[in-house]
């Protein structure tokens, strides 16, 4: 079948793309690409994919083409489903013949529920659906194809086995393929990235156990298959023909670092390229991992630290002691090595005190930068059935984001409201970035280089605005 992968329209600047982990209106406008979606369609001959947020491509443009196409595939999340379902009906109106199917964690979790609630959509692929999408495409009989949940010609949503988990990553086509046929590289842009960068997986699942995070726990899994060296060495030297102008590969693996002896060969490969790179790790690497990765051209380490008190870690079973990750930060600051830290606020345990904690963490390690982000309960996840077995998660706040796409606080407690996390962030912010030693080094930063310094004003300014908007939401809430 012609087939469409579509991200569509939604929020300004919501970056709730395939391939990203934040699925709401972000600080600063960042678009990660729609990896998940690129790679069914990098399977699918003739295929299209349209990522709309980032290339500003409005519904009527997408609605024009659904003639073209015998099937449109979304990914959908828990804050953009609504949006996403009003999206393939405006499609069928225009293309009454169109089959539209969902992906992505949301539907994984809940097919039944998903296909109940949206009579337009005639199937979802459930966890790993990338060769389930392709059968489909391919035009298989949907009683064929494991993986799927679908609605048959009496209208009774059915739901087929299970797919295998796929242990023989290197059977995927490059992603960078489909980047390279439909996508604009320089719309994707990241804080704390070298632009134009490139991202995507050299291997899926993660061996942590976070309660919160929604991966694993959805499509991925806690066993970390990858992709062989090789095979991710040669994606690398395509995007080099392909993308010259690229300034940063990122591994967009949950934790890059859940093998060291891999990670350390693929450095030692990308050394011999000559390119910057960066990746998802966890705060235990090895001083001397650290230094391998960094000789061979690693700038950047994505570091989810969560929090500063070591309770709520373990109530998270993050599997992380709070001395590790400081030795590790100081490690990372002597090699000169960059690292964006993560935080969660509202997690189980959170107090007043322990708010201030994790504040004062984050400034003693002092990451170059920081994202601190409000605790979501996603379906599926481990921390979602704990907020409604407590009572912790209010129906009015299950979609986890305004109207306007910011997050909100969708977890509450008896001893802390929903309003108290949610302006705990902006304390968080301007207690981290407005220190005098921090102002001077992103001063100093922005004087060594005149396109930094326009890149650093004009997320202040997009800074100004989400915090506006955070305001407004907050006060009509």
């Known amino acids: 079948m012609r087939t469409l992968f579509l991200q569509a329209p939604t929020f300004d600047g919501f970056d709730g793309g395939a ?91 809940d097919a039944e529920g998903s296909l109940a609630k949206a009579p337009a959509i005639d199937f979802v692929a459930r966890n790993e659906f990338d060769f389930t999408c392709k059968e489909v495409a391919d035009g298989r009989d949907f009683s064929q194809i494991k993986g799927l949940s679908y609605r048959n010609n009496s209208g009774v949503i059915v739901h087929n086995e299970d797919r295998p988990i796929m242990m023989d990553m290197d059977q995927l086509p490059f992603v960078t393929s489909v980047y390279k046929r439909d996508l604009v590289m320089e719309n994707y842009f990241i804080g704390y990235l070298k632009h134009p960068y490139i991202s995507f997986y050299s291997g ?30 040669d994606e690398i030297k395509y995007c080099l023909k392909e993308f010259p102008q690229t300034k940063e590969f990122f591994f967009d693996d949950d934790t890059f670092t859940d093998n060291l002896p891999r990670a350390e060969e693929i450095a030692r490969e990308l050394g011999k390229l000559g390119v910057t790179w960066s990746c998802n790790a966890k705060a235990n690497v090895p001083r001397e991992t650290l230094k391998v990765l960094r000789d061979n051209g690693l700038r950047l380490l994505l ?74 309960p996603y379906p599926g996840t481990f921390l979602y059935k704990q907020a409604v077995e407590n009572g912790w998660l ?84």
């Open 204 to 233: 899926r699942g993660c061996k942590s156990r976070c309660t919160f995070c929604l991966w694993p726990q959805t499509v991925g899994g806690h066993t970390y298959r990858t992709r062989s060296v090789g095979h991710v060495i």
């Open 19 to 109: 391939g990203s982990r934040y699925q709401a209106k972000r600080e600063i406008k960042s678009f990660w690409y729609p990896t998940w979606l690129a790679q069914p369609a990098a399977l699918v001959e003739n295929s299209k994919l349209i990522d709309a947020p980032p290339h500003k491509t409005k519904l009527d443009d997408v609605a024009r083409q659904a003639k073209d196409f015998d099937l449109v595939v979304l990914h959908t999340s828990v804050p953009s489903f609504k949006q996403d379902v009003a999206t393939v009906e405006a499609l069928k109106a225009a293309n009454p013949n169109l089959k539209a199917g969902l992906i992505g964690a949301k539907v994984a979790v």
């Open 394 to 477: 209010d129906a009015a706040n299950a979609e986890l984001v305004d109207e306007n796409g910011v997050q909100v606080a969708p977890l509450h407690y008896p001893h802390l409201s929903h309003s108290e996390i949610f302006n705990s962030v902006e304390e968080f912010y301007k207690k981290f970035y407005f220190r005098a030693p921090k102002i001077a080094s992103i001063v100093g930063e922005m004087v060594r280089s005149p396109d930094m310094m326009k890149r650093r004003l004009r997320e202040g300014v997009e800074f100004w605005h989400f915090l506006k908007d955070r305001q407004t939401g907050a006060k009509a809430a």
């Open 303 to 376: 570091v989810g630290y969560e929090s500063g008190n070591q309770q709520i870690l373990h109530n998270i079973k993050k599997g992380m002691r709070v001395e590790v990750a400081e030795k590790f930060t100081k490690d990372c600051h002597e090699l000169g090595i960059a690292i964006h830290g993560t935080f969660i606020l509202g997690l189980p345990g959170e107090s007043k005190e322990t708010i201030q904690e994790t504040i004062k963490f984050a400034t003693r390690i002092n990451p170059h930068t920081i994202q601190v982000s409000l605790a979501a």
